[in-house]
């Protein structure tokens, strides 16, 4: 499938309309969903009828934006007006939503072609998808394998050209992880960047929407679509943003300098993995970058740390789905019955897993030496961070420790699965921006995801950064053959 641009050039020149584009892109997905499984609902009819507005506007000669009858797919924890959002659960089983998320709603007015919402693990828990209460997503480049998660579905959309853009959420590493996975880019955004309004709560200081593309560029322009300040959320930056994707161009930035976090080549690091990000480091260097390496002691406490604060947000943001107000209701004859009963069918295990961890942690007599104790740690992770963007401008470590794995090689172990997210997790932690950019592919035909890291509020360089790498290398001109 074509990028944005090609797209655009291709409606504004009217070699092809709005309907023609999301007709072929709804056959698409029609045809490779059996295989892939990346929607959890599709919207044929609203793709259809937003795209004849796009095509009423050029037919009356109006100016289009850039993403004006773009195919885009939506993570399934974003709400939308009318249309099924159940976070993957069976506890938000038939909710509707009676309003529209700011994202969601910004992607609209400008036009863009929802063509439905994507699978992800329940309430956006997990590394591979598998926790969806509804359905397994394949990996595009091997169907046995999974595309990663929780944003696992908005991965394989991508990937597999179901959809030009989707949308995904990360809050530790749910955006970079299946990105890798799939071969395909991810950015978090910096915390605060993009309004959470509408997005449902997992771990609230931790939560940010991102966008995934097939190159950079897309990337930057879906990024630069859903950024600025929203009222209707308290942690939102009042910030002036610039025109991402303008502002990409042929070279790094002169003088650049990139730091190698070195904890992050220790143990349980795929050597085929480690090969490639070491060549790309190369391939910096070869392009003018200088390169050193960076110590960042606390960053392997990032994984037992937010395994308390995720969690204890959790358990509080959790608490409102008791079969009262939302979803599903189990029947009993009692009030305090129907509570427990709801939570005890509604819920899968991981996620009663957190609560249950996340309510410990934050009990009398253990918060401060859990909670507490958490929170402190996160800030000598952001004091590590801090420390190293004070002698180089962008950090660079592999997305994730391993190429995708095989569906159901980790279920059973949930620490293994936890380790996935080892490298992103203090991303987020420190409410910095991170992007994984494909790097390689291992033996299996897998491929491996680089993750870049600025500085707050420098989307701008990262993008830029990513994008030199990405224009000199050819990884992310393979596509998977379905
Ligand atoms: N995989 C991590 C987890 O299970 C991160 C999830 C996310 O970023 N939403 O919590």
Excluded at 124 to 151: F, I
Excluded at 182 to 197: D, H
Excluded at 447 to 459: C, H, K
Aim: some cysteine; overall charge negative.
């Amino acid at each position: 499938m074509a990028s944005i641009r090609e797209l655009h050039h291709q409606l504004v020149t009217k070699q092809r309309s709005a309907v023609e584009i999301a007709t072929a892109a709804i056959d698409r997905v029609e045809q490779l969903e059996p295989k892939l499984r990346s929607f959890l609902c599709t919207t044929p009819t609203q793709a259809l009828e937003q795209a004849r507005l796009v095509d009423a506007k050029i037919a009356a000669g109006e100016e289009i934006g850039l993403l004006a009858g773009i195919p885009i797919a939506l993570k399934e924890n974003m709400c939308t007006q009318g249309i099924a959002t159940t976070c993957g659960s069976k506890i938000l089983e038939g909710f509707v939503p009676p309003y529209e998320s700011t994202v969601t709603q910004k992607l609209k007015d400008l036009g863009a072609v929802s063509l439905g919402k994507t699978n992800l693990d329940e309430f956006a828990m997990g590394s591979s998808t598998e926790n969806s209460a509804y359905q397994v997503t394949a990996n595009p480049w091997d169907l046995e394998r999974v595309p990663g998660g929780s944003s696992g579905g908005s991965a394989a959309a991508v990937a597999g050209s179901e959809c030009v853009v989707s949308l995904g959420s990360d809050t530790g590493g749910s955006i970079r992880q299946p990105a890798s996975f799939c071969g395909v880019v991810g950015l978090k955004p910096t915390y605060g960047l993009v309004s959470r309004f509408g997005l449902v709560a997992y771990a609230s200081s931790l939560d940010q929407i991102g966008p995934f593309a097939r190159t950079v560029e897309d990337a930057a322009i879906l990024l630069e679509a859903i950024v600025g300040y929203d009222p209707k959320d308290s942690t939102s930056l009042k910030v002036e943003t610039p025109k991402y994707s303008q502002l990409l161009t042929p070279d790094l930035p002169k003088g650049l300098k990139i730091g190698i976090i070195t904890e992050t080549f220790g143990e349980g690091l795929d050597p085929q993995v480690a090969e490639s990000v070491r060549q790309s480091i190369k391939h910096f260097r070869s392009l003018g970058a200088e390169i050193q390496e960076i110590s960042c002691p606390r960053f392997r406490y990032g994984l037992p740390t937010y395994y308390v604060i995720a969690p204890s947000e959790a358990s509080a943001n959790l608490a409102r789905y008791d079969g009262v107000k939302y979803g599903f209701r189990a029947e009993a004859d009692n009030l305090m019955s129907m509570y427990t009963k709801t939570r005890a069918a509604g819920f899968g295990a991981e996620v009663k897993r957190r609560i249950m961890l996340g309510t410990y942690a934050l009990s009398a007599g253990y918060y401060d030496a859990y909670y507490l104790k958490a929170q402190k740690v996160r800030t000598l992770i952001k004091q590590d961070f801090e420390a190293a963007f004070s002698q180089v401008d962008i950090l660079i470590t592999p997305t994730a420790p391993t190429t995708a794995f095989k569906a159901g090689e980790k279920t059973a172990d949930p620490l293994s699965m936890y380790l996935s997210d080892l490298m992103t997790i203090p991303v987020n932690l420190a409410g910095l921006p991170g992007i994984s950019i494909p790097c390689g592919f291992d033996d299996k035909g897998m491929p491996i995801g680089l993750q870049l890291i600025s500085n707050v509020l420098r989307e701008d360089l990262l993008l830029q950064v990513a994008h030199v790498y990405e224009q000199s290398t050819t990884w992310h001109t393979r596509s998977p053959q379905l």
